[in-house]
């Protein structure tokens, strides 16, 4: 793991170190000098002496004593050099830039597996192989650009992509974001993004680190690493945001019930991330907008007053606002009038408050000074001010600065004139301030962050179930999906309220159990996965005939090996479910239930185990929560019932991890309670592949 010899290495080799800035390993040296290190710092060439003023050991077995080694040379020489390294030159920390490995081949991944086996053998640190480096206060081993000043108070930035690191750092040092740290891990041989994040918790000083995270990912290999220090991170006042490419449901795995089917990697990426806190993002704009809106005072409330001069980006960041929930409210009153009366005619302050083209850096001033003073009902302001090039605007831009250190209410600034006004953007920007060119984007950004709620508590609180007959059910079934009885042994053990039913083998058992459940019934068959897709549900079966007759037909149908009947519930129904989901553990989803699941899609989803909060928010997440509140003089259905379902579906998972997916569709629900009117479970055993 990350150790001081990579982090504050006292002596460095760059192994392939060249005279020529165009490769890596001349690029990479160029760089740590160029970045003041003060250690030692070593080049190991077989054609060279010296190389850019730094002596160099054409064999490297006559190199010093070294902590960390930069590595440059073709993959096949790697192995039998790091053994070198750390069995007699005490290296400790490796930084290994070249490609050729897991990403490229299954002897690759050889080679890979040899380095990484000797730098642990030593307790050594390792980034790469196939990275760009990484830029720290300490030393620059880096072959890329840009090369952002570092500020202590910029962003930490870990990337699974050397490459998308750098056009993320392209685009938002011109904004103004700065950096603090910045890791990339490459194939992440030995540490990913996960390890790296945990590094930054278990070593946080919130006097000197940075407490905005960025994150660039290509594979969550760790995930319930990454929930926990992420979790943390945020708890100790950091805030994280987030990129998770490879979103497409193409490389979503099949699965056979409807549950399985809806799940995807990506719904639980999206479930960890709100369970951690972390704020996701979809591209670099994206990241680089949320990343800037970390940089300001946070927003502690969706009320927000649009400042501008000019009526277009203020329309378009009012729609941006409203569609991401937030609100600009009307501004009206004596204190509103008042303001209106000390700007020129025509202009508006029922907000946005539109100052015209005309409007002056001394009135601009003004309305700040009056949204933050007087206004009750705002939270926050963005103030909108570019220009047609007639003047310079360094006064606005300097009011602006200078306002933001004096008000209490948090303010983001559009300047959207980088080509016209550029020399007083680059004066705003030099005072430490970040812009945001794009209202739309600082919109949807203030949106994102503001409904990313806090992380969620370790869940110590889960509904009491009956262990002992779960686990018997679980240990004496095999692999596959579990028969009738079996099923609502676990439903009961979990104490999830289920409607009456009776397994049956012959028409003579269906109409004695249709009797003592009472007429109407619901008949289903037992064996196919989709029973109404082949003709295996039949509804308010009225009398002993009906079921006799319909038990003749469906009994045929192929797969089935038995009838189940149950009483005929009313109520509107719902779903809830999980699957699996590898290293994520199991996904809890909730929804609108029957066919609409797969016609609407209206789910949400939390990890297990899921809290009281999250079960509530699942609910209230839904598009069709309206529906669940009661429409059209309809009854609200009992939400708390509902809610302690999810609940009690999440213990169930807790104790039988080897439930692979499972089904409660439908559950009835009513504003009496909520019941489980079918279900199915199947198990993997963990000793197979999940």
Same mark, same amino acid.
């Given at each position: 793991?990350?150790?001081?010899?990579?982090?504050?290495?006292?002596?460095?080799?760059?192994?392939?170190?060249?005279?020529?800035?165009?490769?890596?390993?001349?690029?990479?040296?160029?760089?740590?000098?160029?970045?003041?290190?003060?250690?030692?710092? @070593?080049?190991?060439?077989?054609?060279?002496?010296?190389?850019?003023?730094?002596?160099?050991?054409?064999?490297?077995?006559?190199?010093?004593?070294?902590?960390?080694?930069?590595?440059?040379?073709?993959?096949?020489?790697?192995?039998?050099?790091?053994?070198?390294?750390?069995?007699?030159?005490?290296?400790?920390?490796?930084?290994? !830039?070249?490609?050729?490995?897991?990403?490229?081949?299954?002897?690759?991944?050889?080679?890979? #597996?040899?380095?990484?086996?000797?730098?642990?053998?030593?307790?050594?640190?390792?980034?790469?192989?196939?990275?760009?480096?990484?830029?720290?206060?300490?030393?620059?081993?880096?072959?890329?650009?840009?090369?952002?000043?570092?500020?202590?108070?910029?962003?930490?930035?870990?990337?699974?992509?050397?490459?998308?690191?750098?056009?993320?750092?392209?685009?938002?040092? +011109?904004?103004?974001?700065?950096?603090?740290?910045?890791?990339?891990?490459?194939?992440?041989?030995?540490?990913?993004?996960?390890?790296?994040?945990?590094?930054?918790?278990?070593?946080?000083?919130?006097?000197?680190?940075?407490?905005?995270?960025?994150? @660039?990912?290509?594979?969550?290999?760790?995930?319930?690493?990454?929930?926990?220090?992420?979790?943390?991170?945020?708890?100790?006042?950091?805030?994280?945001?987030?990129?998770?490419?490879?979103?497409?449901?193409?490389?979503?795995?099949?699965?056979?019930?409807? #549950?399985?089917?809806?799940?995807?990697?990506?719904?639980?990426?999206?479930?960890?991330?709100? $369970?951690?806190?972390?704020?996701?993002?979809?591209?670099? /704009?994206? !990241?680089?907008?949320?990343?800037?809106?970390?940089?300001?005072?946070?927003? $502690?409330?969706?009320?927000?007053?649009?400042?501008?001069?000019?009526?277009?980006?203020?329309?378009?960041?009012?729609?941006?606002?409203?569609?991401?929930?937030?609100?600009?409210?009307?501004?009206?009153?004596?204190?509103?009038?008042?303001?209106?009366?000390?700007?020129?005619?025509?202009?508006?302050?029922?907000?946005?408050?539109?100052?015209?083209? #005309?409007?002056?850096?001394?009135?601009?001033?003004?309305?700040?000074?009056?949204?933050?003073?007087?206004?009750?009902?705002?939270?926050?302001?963005?103030?909108?001010?570019?220009?047609?090039?007639?003047?310079?605007?360094?006064?606005?831009?300097?009011?602006?600065?200078?306002?933001?250190?004096?008000?209490?209410?948090?303010?983001?600034?559009?300047?959207?004139?980088?080509?016209?006004?550029?020399?007083?953007?680059?004066?705003?920007?030099?005072?430490?301030?970040?812009?945001?060119?794009?209202?739309?984007?600082?919109?949807?950004?203030?949106?994102?962050?503001? $409904?990313?709620?806090?992380?969620?508590?370790?869940?110590?609180?889960?509904?009491?179930?009956?262990?002992?007959?779960?686990?018997?059910?679980?240990?004496?079934?095999?692999?596959?999906?579990?028969?009738?009885?079996?099923?609502?042994?676990?439903?009961?053990?979990?104490?999830?309220?289920?409607?009456?039913?009776?397994?049956?083998?012959?028409?003579?058992?269906?109409?004695?159990?249709?009797?003592?459940?009472?007429? +109407?019934?619901?008949?289903?068959?037992?064996?196919?996965?989709?029973?109404?897709?082949?003709?295996?549900?039949?509804?308010?079966?009225?009398?002993?005939?009906?079921?006799?007759?319909?038990?003749?037909?469906?009994?045929?149908?192929?797969?089935?090996?038995?009838?189940? !009947?149950?009483?005929?519930?009313?109520?509107?129904?719902?779903?809830?479910?999980? #699957?699996?989901?590898? /290293?994520?553990?199991?996904?809890?989803?909730?929804?609108?239930?029957?066919?609409?699941?797969?016609?609407?899609?209206?789910?949400?989803?939390?990890?297990?185990?899921?809290?009281?909060?999250?079960?509530?928010?699942?609910?209230?997440?839904?598009?069709? @929560?309206?529906?669940?509140?009661?429409?059209?003089?309809?009854?609200?259905?009992?939400?708390?019932?509902?809610?302690?379902?999810?609940?009690?579906?999440?213990?169930?998972?807790?104790?039988? +991890?080897?439930?692979?997916?499972?089904?409660?569709? +439908?559950? !009835?629900?009513?504003?009496?309670?909520?019941?489980?009117?079918?279900?199915?479970?199947?198990?993997?055993?963990?000793?197979?592949?999940?």
């Amino acid at each position: 793991m990350i150790n001081r010899k990579l982090t504050h290495p006292r002596s460095i080799v760059v192994v392939g170190g060249s005279n020529d800035i165009t490769k890596p390993g001349g690029k990479i040296l160029k760089n740590i000098i160029d970045g003041g290190f003060t250690g030692a710092l @070593y080049v190991s060439n077989p054609k060279e002496t010296e190389v850019q003023g730094i002596v160099s050991y054409p064999d490297p077995s006559g190199l010093p004593q070294v902590d960390l080694a930069v590595i440059a040379i073709a993959a096949r020489f790697i192995p039998d050099l790091v053994d070198l390294l750390t069995t007699t030159k005490g290296t400790r920390a490796f930084i290994i !830039l070249s490609a050729g490995f897991s990403e490229e081949s299954h002897e690759g991944k050889i080679l890979e #597996t040899q380095i990484v086996e000797s730098v642990n053998k030593v307790g050594g640190s390792l980034i790469g192989p196939n990275c760009v480096g990484i830029l720290t206060p300490q030393h620059q081993s880096i072959f890329t650009y840009p090369i952002p000043q570092l500020d202590p108070n910029g962003c930490d930035f870990i990337s699974g992509s050397g490459a998308t690191a750098c056009f993320i750092m392209e685009a938002a040092i +011109p904004k103004g974001l700065r950096f603090s740290n910045v890791f990339s891990v490459g194939n992440s041989a030995q540490m990913g993004v996960e390890e790296i994040l945990q590094h930054m918790d278990e070593n946080f000083d919130p006097q000197k680190d940075s407490k905005v995270k960025l994150l @660039y990912i290509e594979n969550i290999s760790k995930p319930k690493l990454l929930l926990k220090h992420a979790s943390s991170l945020i708890k100790k006042g950091c805030r994280i945001a987030a990129i998770k490419a490879g979103s497409s449901e193409a490389g979503s795995r099949a699965a056979s019930s409807h #549950t399985g089917a809806l799940a995807s990697s990506d719904t639980a990426v999206d479930a960890l991330f709100r $369970k951690a806190g972390i704020v996701r993002c979809y591209g670099r /704009e994206d !990241l680089i907008a949320v990343a800037s809106v970390f940089m300001h005072p946070e927003l $502690k409330g969706k009320r927000i007053a649009i400042i501008t001069h000019a009526g277009g980006p203020a329309v378009m960041l009012t729609d941006a606002l409203s569609e991401g929930g937030l609100e600009v409210p009307a501004i009206s009153g004596k204190a509103a009038e008042e303001l209106k009366s000390k700007l020129f005619a025509g202009s508006s302050i029922s907000n946005p408050i539109d100052f015209l083209a #005309t409007g002056t850096a001394e009135q601009l001033g003004l309305i700040i000074d009056a949204v933050n003073n007087n206004f009750g009902n705002i939270d926050a302001m963005v103030v909108i001010f570019g220009t047609p090039g007639l003047s310079p605007v360094f006064d606005v831009y300097d009011l602006l600065d200078n306002k933001m250190k004096e008000i209490s209410k948090p303010l983001f600034p559009v300047l959207p004139s980088t080509l016209t006004a550029a020399e007083e953007v680059n004066s705003f920007l030099q005072k430490g301030r970040i812009n945001f060119p794009d209202e739309v984007s600082l919109g949807k950004a203030l949106a994102r962050v503001f $409904k990313t709620a806090a992380p969620t508590g370790q869940v110590t609180d889960l509904p009491q179930t009956d262990l002992n007959t779960i686990r018997n059910v679980i240990d004496s079934n095999t692999d596959g999906y579990l028969d009738p009885a079996s099923v609502q042994t676990l439903l009961d053990a979990a104490g999830i309220q289920r409607a009456g039913e009776a397994v049956v083998q012959t028409a003579d058992e269906a109409v004695v159990a249709a009797d003592k459940l009472g007429y +109407p019934v619901v008949m289903k068959v037992v064996g196919p996965v989709h029973k109404s897709d082949v003709g295996g549900v039949v509804l308010n079966v009225a009398d002993a005939a009906c079921v006799a007759a319909e038990f003749a037909r469906m009994i045929t149908i192929p797969e089935t090996t038995a009838i189940l !009947l149950q009483p005929m519930l009313k109520g509107l129904e719902f779903f809830a479910g999980a #699957t699996r989901e590898g /290293e994520f553990g199991h996904l809890v989803m909730c929804g609108m239930g029957g066919i609409y699941i797969e016609v609407l899609r209206d789910i949400s989803s939390s990890l297990s185990p899921v809290s009281a909060d999250e079960a509530i928010n699942m609910i209230r997440s839904l598009k069709s @929560y309206g529906i669940i509140k009661g429409v059209r003089g309809q009854k609200p259905i009992n939400e708390a019932a509902f809610a302690d379902t999810i609940r009690r579906l999440s213990a169930l998972l807790e104790a039988a +991890p080897e439930i692979a997916e499972m089904d409660l569709n +439908p559950l !009835l629900g009513s504003d009496k309670g909520v019941v489980a009117v079918d279900a199915r479970v199947r198990i993997q055993k963990l000793s197979k592949s999940t």
